[in-house]
């Protein structure tokens, strides 16, 4: 059967890989996207993935977004909410601006994005939603207290509406990657990188958006009915909760 994906963010870096990798496995998928219109152009002429623009803070954006995606491919049977931004202080520095940023973009957006799909996934008995965390919510991060609070906020979510949902056939379920080769992570300096970040990963190497891409085609799948509530680390084993 073929089914219907949602990934948000999913025009560039770890949302790239995962766009693709779920339309490798026969899935229609929609690419949404918040203001980078040249990199969004560049996917879709490389992929053939439409991509649809609005910001996935914004719930009234949100509605009119799914209702484009639902009315161009179909309902969504699979959503995967992917978009992120880090807006990086100490707290004793961060401006409430970079705090509001940061929990609307990543928390407020899980909601608006599943309040929107979950009503008709519980209505045809049949949805996975996947929400990309990060190691960061699972262990905490100096200088990163809004990212934290935010994906952290995440584990909690997904539990809650996995039980609410599990006798729909929904699963809800997290990936909580390590650091991955992203321009995200790019933006980390060099020398942070080398002495603060890659000595702690045992694998000895930043994870790539396919491995990570990997993850969430396997709790997509029709066959993952059983795996619910989760968090799937994947983070080189930097971190073993
Ligand atoms: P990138 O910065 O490479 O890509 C982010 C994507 O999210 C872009 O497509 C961007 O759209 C989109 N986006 C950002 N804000 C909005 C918004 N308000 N509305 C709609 N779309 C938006 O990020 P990564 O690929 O590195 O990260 C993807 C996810 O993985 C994030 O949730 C991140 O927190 C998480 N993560 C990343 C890690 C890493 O090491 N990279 C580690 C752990 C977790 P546009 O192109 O228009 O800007």
Not at 83 to 89: E, L, N, P, V, W
Request: hydrophobic share 45%; proline share 2%; charged share 20%.
């Amino acid at each position: 059967m073929t089914r219907v994906a949602l990934v948000t963010g999913g025009t560039r870096g770890i949302g790239h890989a995962i766009s693709t990798a779920l339309k490798y496995r026969g899935c229609r998928v929609a690419a949404n996207y918040g203001g980078n219109d040249t990199a969004a152009r560049q996917f879709q002429a490389a992929t053939g993935i439409p991509v649809y623009k609005f910001d996935v803070s914004d719930f009234a954006a949100c509605q009119e977004g799914v209702t484009r995606i639902t009315r161009d491919l179909g309902p969504v049977d699979i959503l995967v909410n992917n978009a992120g931004i880090t807006r990086d202080a100490m707290l004793h520095r961060m401006t409430k601006e970079n705090w509001d940023a940061v929990i609307h973009t990543n928390l407020d957006s899980v909601f608006n994005m599943t309040r929107l799909v979950i009503e008709g996934m519980r209505a045809r008995s049949f949805g996975r939603i996947i929400n990309v965390a990060s190691i960061n919510g699972r262990k905490g991060q100096a200088g990163q207290a809004n990212y934290s609070a935010a994906k952290a906020a995440l584990l909690g979510f997904s539990k809650a509406v996995a039980q609410e949902a599990a006798s729909r056939g929904i699963t809800v379920n997290v990936i909580a990657p390590g650091y991955i080769a992203t321009e995200m992570v790019r933006a980390v300096p060099k020398e942070i990188l080398d002495t603060k970040i890659l000595p702690f990963v045992p694998v000895g190497r930043l994870g790539t958006a396919e491995e990570v891409a990997r993850c969430v085609t396997f709790l997509a799948d029709d066959a993952a009915g059983f795996i619910t509530g989760a968090c799937l680390d994947a983070n080189g084993g930097q971190y073993m909760a």
